[in-house]
């Protein structure tokens, strides 16, 4: 199986911190699009650093730096590889806010997926989203870890960070494997406050090359404000030739 990715990471407007971050098979952006074609591995994630707190970006990037060591890793048990790796990640961060300038006052939510030796692994830490595009539906395949979902702004009560460790790894087994023409949207909560999930879906269905595409919605972002930080990667399963 052979993937297209196209990502980006953007301010959203100038008034704003970025405090997304981005990361495709070790490619960490902060701000840009970027593009990865006919690729067999993914190693894709958002974190979205939350905004309360002043030194949530540097949060963002450290979480992404530490799991960019697993891509490296091998092992029968990935699951729990993950977690261990990732709860130790946390409490590193948590004894950071504690005692490092930069880190007082930060948190994290992280939201991605693995997809190597034909195992595919999506996970969850926070609000952010993984969307599959899949026989003309769009479909939701994380649950926002927040206080209430029938409440806009809800507090989330899952994270890297701060000064208490509150964190859990969700490993979603909604989707057990990848098809030929799925595709997939792993994005801070950021791009559907931009777009509506219908234009979303009119991206998702368009036959156009995925790079035309993102490029394309990149720079019509990029020209107006919007209401969040934005950060998101777009995967094309690629038809069996």
């Known amino acids: 199986m052979r993937f297209d990715v196209s990502y980006f990471c953007h301010y959203g407007n100038r008034a704003l911190k970025n405090q997304d971050r981005v990361i495709v098979n070790g490619d960490i952006v902060s701000c840009g699009v970027k593009h990865q074609e006919n690729i067999a591995a993914l190693f894709c994630f958002v974190a979205d650093g939350i905004g309360s707190l002043i030194n949530s970006e540097n949060a963002a990037q450290y979480v992404l730096e530490?799991?960019?060591?697993?891509?490296?890793?091998?092992?029968?048990?990935?699951?729990?590889?993950?977690?261990?790796?990732?709860?130790?990640?946390?409490?590193?961060?948590?004894?950071?806010?504690?005692?490092?300038?930069?880190?007082?006052?930060?948190?994290?939510?992280?939201?991605?997926?693995?997809?190597?030796?034909?195992?595919?692994?999506?996970?969850?830490?926070?609000?952010?989203?993984?969307?599959?595009?899949?026989?003309?539906?769009?479909?939701?395949?994380?649950?926002?870890?927040?206080?209430?979902?029938?409440?806009?702004?809800?507090?989330?009560?899952n994270y890297f960070g701060s000064f208490q460790a509150h964190m859990y790894i969700d490993f979603?087994?909604?989707?057990?494997?990848?098809?030929?023409?799925?595709?997939?949207?792993?994005?801070?909560?950021?791009?559907?406050k931009a777009i509506s999930k219908e234009e979303l879906i009119h991206i998702l269905e368009d036959n156009a090359p995925l790079k035309n595409k993102i490029n394309a919605l990149f720079y019509q972002l990029s020209a107006k404000d919007n209401p969040d930080n934005l950060g998101a990667i777009f995967i094309q399963v690629k038809k069996d030739k």
């Open 172 to 192: 979603i087994t909604s989707i057990p494997c990848l098809l030929p023409d799925d595709k997939l949207v792993v994005t801070t909560d950021g791009l559907l």
């Open 66 to 157: 530490q799991i960019d060591f697993l891509r490296l890793r091998s092992g029968l048990d990935w699951c729990n590889l993950i977690d261990s790796f990732l709860q130790n990640t946390n409490l590193e961060l948590v004894k950071m806010n504690h005692e490092r300038d930069d880190f007082e006052d930060s948190a994290t939510t992280l939201c991605g997926l693995i997809y190597r030796d034909k195992i595919f692994i999506p996970i969850n830490v926070g609000d952010s989203e993984i969307w599959l595009y899949r026989n003309k539906e769009l479909l939701r395949i994380t649950k926002p870890h927040i206080e209430d979902e029938c409440i806009p702004n809800s507090p989330i009560n």
